[in-house]
C-alpha cells in the first residue's frame, strides 16, 4: 500500500478519514485493492492541486484588478428629473462599469439609495422636489471598484431636482384645478385684511381640488391690505402662505396654487347725496339736490311716501367721479300717486369689494373658476 509522503500534504486529513473509513470492509483482497485505489487516488489529487478546495472561500477572492482611474460625473436638476452625466476618461477601450448612490444627508446614512451599476455615460432621475446629495463608483468588472467619490461642485452641496413645471405638462393640467375658499375683506383700521376660509368661514379650511386629487387649504389672513384694491390669491404651503398678487399671470406660477380673486372694501364716511324728488302728476321724474361728496362706491336711493299712496318707483345714482354722483337716471316713475311728502334716502357709498374664490363643490368638472 503506497505510504503517505514524508511532508504532510493538504489532503492528509481526507486520507486519514478515509483510511478509518475502509477498515470495517474486511480482510479480503478485493477490500485491500479498494483501499489502495482510495488512497492512491487521493494521493493523487493532493500532488496534482495542493490547494485544497476547502480551503477556498469564494466570498474572500482577491479583487482581480484595480478600479477605473480619472472617472468624472456632473450632476444637475431641473424640471423634477436629476441628470447625470459620466466621462469614463482614457481606459484604452475598457468597458467601465459605474454605480451612483444618492442620500438625504452628506454621510449618506439617511434615506440612501444605490442603484444598480449601468455602463451608460448618461443617467436620469425622476425625483420631482428632492434635494439629494450623489456619489458614485467604478469598476471593470463589478468585482473590484474605486473609491466612493462625490458628484456635484465642491465643496459638496446638495443638488435639487426642481419640481414639474407647466411647460412639461399637458395642456389645461394648470386650469383642472379648484378650491371652494371663500375670499373676502374687511376694513380693520385703516387698511383693509383680506380673509381665507372654508364655506364655514372663520378660520375654517377649504378643500383644493387638483384632478381628482384633494387636499387642504387652511384658513388663512392677509393684513395691511390697501383699500380700494383689487387682487388675485395664491396659496403655497409653508412659510410662504397666501399672496396677493396684481394679475393672474402672477398668480399661475409654477409654485403657487390659485386660489381666487378679491375687490377689496373701501373705507370713510362719505357725505351721501341730499336729493329732493322732482314729482310730475304724481310720478317721480328725476331729482335736484347735492351730489355727495367722497363716495368709493355708487350709494343705494330709496323713494319712499310716507303716508302714501305712492309706491313703485326706483331711482339711481349716476358716478361716481372723484367721490360725487354725476347725475341720477330714473328706472320706473311709480304708480302716479306720489305727493309733496316724498322723499328720497340715500345710504351706503363705501365700495363694499366683492368676494371672489372657487366654484361651488362639485361646479364645472373641478376647473379652477371665478378668478
Not at 482614457?90 to 442620500?103: C, K, L, P, T
Request: overall charge neutral.
Amino acid at each position: 500500500m503506497p505510504s503517505l509522503p514524508s511532508n504532510p500534504m493538504p489532503f492528509a486529513a481526507q486520507i486519514e478519514s478515509v483510511r478509518a473509513a475502509i477498515t470495517n470492509i474486511g480482510g479480503s483482497q478485493a477490500g485491500q485493492d479498494f483501499r489502495t485505489l482510495i488512497e492512491g487516488l487521493v494521493q493523487w489529487q493532493a500532488q496534482t492541486n495542493p490547494t485544497p478546495p476547502a480551503a477556498t472561500n469564494p466570498a474572500a477572492v482577491p479583487a482581480t484588478q484595480a478600479g477605473p482611474v480619472g472617472v468624472t460625473a456632473q450632476v444637475a436638476g431641473a424640471n423634477g428629473v436629476y441628470s447625470i452625466a459620466i466621462d469614463n476618461g482614457d481606459q484604452n477601450g475598457r468597458a467601465v462599469w459605474n454605480q451612483i448612490a444618492y442620500a438625504t444627508v452628506q454621510s449618506f446614512t439617511a434615506g440612501l439609495v444605490t442603484m444598480a451599476p449601468t455602463a451608460a455615460t448618461q443617467v436620469t432621475i425622476n425625483l420631482p422636489g428632492e434635494t439629494l446629495f450623489f456619489r458614485l463608483r467604478s469598476s471593470f468588472d463589478q468585482k473590484s471598484w474605486s473609491a466612493w467619490q462625490f458628484i456635484g461642485d465642491s465643496p459638496v452641496q446638495p443638488v435639487a431636482s426642481g419640481l414639474v413645471t407647466a411647460a412639461a405638462q399637458d395642456e389645461g393640467v394648470a386650469f383642472n384645478q379648484t378650491n371652494y375658499a371663500i375670499v373676502s375683506s374687511a376694513a380693520v383700521g385703516g387698511t383693509a385684511a383680506v380673509r381665507i376660509a372654508g364655506p364655514s368661514g372663520g378660520a375654517s379650511a377649504a378643500t383644493r381640488q387638483k384632478g381628482p386629487v384633494q387636499s387642504i387649504l387652511p384658513g388663512g389672513v392677509v393684513d395691511n391690505v390697501p383699500f380700494g384694491t383689487s387682487h388675485f390669491v395664491g396659496y403655497k404651503p409653508g412659510p410662504t402662505g397666501y399672496r396677493l398678487l396684481p394679475t393672474l399671470a402672477d398668480v399661475l406660477q409654477d409654485n403657487l396654487a390659485p386660489v381666487g380673486k378679491v375687490s377689496v372694501v373701501d373705507s370713510g364716511t362719505p357725505t351721501l347725496p341730499a336729493l329732493t324728488p322732482v314729482i310730475v302728476s304724481g310720478y317721480l321724474v328725476g331729482a335736484t339736490g347735492a351730489l355727495g361728496t367722497g363716495l368709493s362706491a355708487l350709494p343705494t336711493l330709496t323713494v319712499s311716501d310716507p303716508g302714501g299712496p305712492g309706491a313703485g318707483a326706483v331711482i339711481v345714482g349716476v358716478g361716481p367721479v372723484a367721490g360725487s354722483l354725476t347725475g341720477t337716471q330714473v328706472l320706473n316713475p311709480g304708480n302716479g300717486h306720489y305727493d309733496s311728502n316724498t322723499i328720497i334716502t340715500a345710504s351706503g357709498g363705501i365700495g363694499s369689494g366683492a368676494s371672489g374664490g372657487g366654484t361651488a363643490a362639485g361646479g364645472n368638472g373641478g376647473r379652477m373658476t371665478a378668478v
